[in-house]
């Protein structure tokens, strides 16, 4: 390359925690910013050394800089467009989870992206690249596991304040998410485990809000849906954004016909167990880390231990060798829409869907 690709970051916070990331990589300069709060973005542009030209407060003049990557690091429901908007501006991006909130916006992503090859678009679904999940995908591809036939993904993150104002009452985005829209998380992991497997229907259980009770679909209490995927595998998602746990909870279970893993129960970081037919007596422990021991200092200035370090490193890799983004449009749909749907199955009292694969 004759110069560095010029990237653009939008919202401050996830956007500037990514920002950083290229900031370092000799491949890339961060040239310009974009959020609506004048006074972050400010303090975030002497950061990044950029002056008043390239902080925008409006993502219609913000695209239309010089740019070469866009970063998005914003709400769920702005994601459809501003993907969108940026393709047709001939940048590629790297987008925030999930794909989009809505499936109308999802298909016109996937639209979008295959109407233009020599782009990249991929989804930013940091789970997958935790220290411990990229071992366990390691494990899998090499056949430790044997068949994937089960797997779970519990995820419990108490954040009622990012749904509702504590002192104001103000509703924020996220008082219309429901907890299995933010589903990526959960099932990342486990289907990339899982590369020639998808989603092909559903069911959930989960439509009250007895914990604050709110009209907002953010605060239904808790959501379980059941996934069942082309390869007859099923796979169970649990997600509360309001539920009463203290430590939060992420974690994950795997069950093959040669083995299983899990991880523990508190946060990201803790003790697993792991038995693998042939190689354990009998369930043995398992540190379970998010960050790389092995991970040079920069990886660290990233965000979820060395996860966003490595997912950049792949993302680029898409960029200067044309190669196929490692979550691409295809498999960031295998990870948003069956959300979207087995919400659906919820409120509709617990029946079974099918989900639409246009994207297949």
């Known amino acids: 390359m004759d110069r560095k690709l010029k990237v653009g970051l939008v919202g401050i916070g996830r956007g500037t925690s990514y920002g950083h990331l290229f900031s370092v990589n000799p491949l890339t300069e961060v040239t310009a910013l974009c959020d609506f709060d004048e006074n972050k973005l400010a303090g975030h542009g002497r950061d990044f050394g950029l002056d008043d030209r390239h902080l925008y407060t409006r993502y219609e003049d913000f695209i239309n800089d010089d740019l070469d990557i866009v970063v998005l ?23 925030e989870v999930t794909a989009a909130s809505t499936l109308g916006g999802c298909e016109r992503i996937f639209n979008t992206v295959k109407a233009r090859p020599k782009q990249k678009y991929m989804m930013a679904e940091n789970c997958c690249y935790m220290a411990f999940a990229l071992d366990w995908k390691k494990m ?24 509702i104002d ?20 959960s099932l990342g992991p486990i289907l990339q485990m899982m590369p020639d497997d998808y989603i092909v229907s559903c069911t959930a259980s989960g439509n009250k809000a007895t914990i604050v009770p709110h009209a907002g679909d953010g605060f239904i209490d808790i959501q379980v849906g059941l996934f069942r995927t082309k390869k007859g595998a099923t796979i169970k998602v649990l997600r509360s954004s309001v539920a009463t746990r203290k430590t939060w909870l992420c974690a994950y279970s795997v069950y093959g016909t040669k083995g299983c893993l899990e991880t523990g129960r508190t946060g990201y970081d803790n003790v697993g167990l792991k038995y693998i037919e042939g190689e354990d007596s009998a369930c043995v422990p398992m540190e379970v880390r998010t960050s790389d021991r092995n991970a040079p200092p920069e990886a660290k200035l990233g965000g979820h231990g060395t996860s966003e370090y490595y997912l950049v490193r792949d993302f680029l890799d898409s960029v200067v060798y044309d190669t196929k983004p490692a979550i691409d449009v295809v498999r960031a749909m295998d990870m948003s829409v069956p959300g979207l749907i087995a919400h659906e199955a919820a409120m509709e009292g617990g029946v079974w869907k099918d989900i639409p694969l246009f994207w297949r």
């Open 140 to 163: 899998a591809d090499e056949g430790k596991l044997g068949d994937i036939y089960y797997a779970e993904a519990d995820y419990v993150h108490e954040i009622r304040n990012l749904i």
């Open 166 to 185: 504590a002192e104001t009452g103000a509703e924020k985005w996220r008082v219309n998410r429901a907890p299995l829209h933010y589903c990526s998380h």
């Open 73 to 95: 690091g914003t709400p769920m429901p702005y994601h459809a467009d501003q993907v969108v908007a940026a393709m047709e501006n001939g940048c590629h991006v790297l987008s």
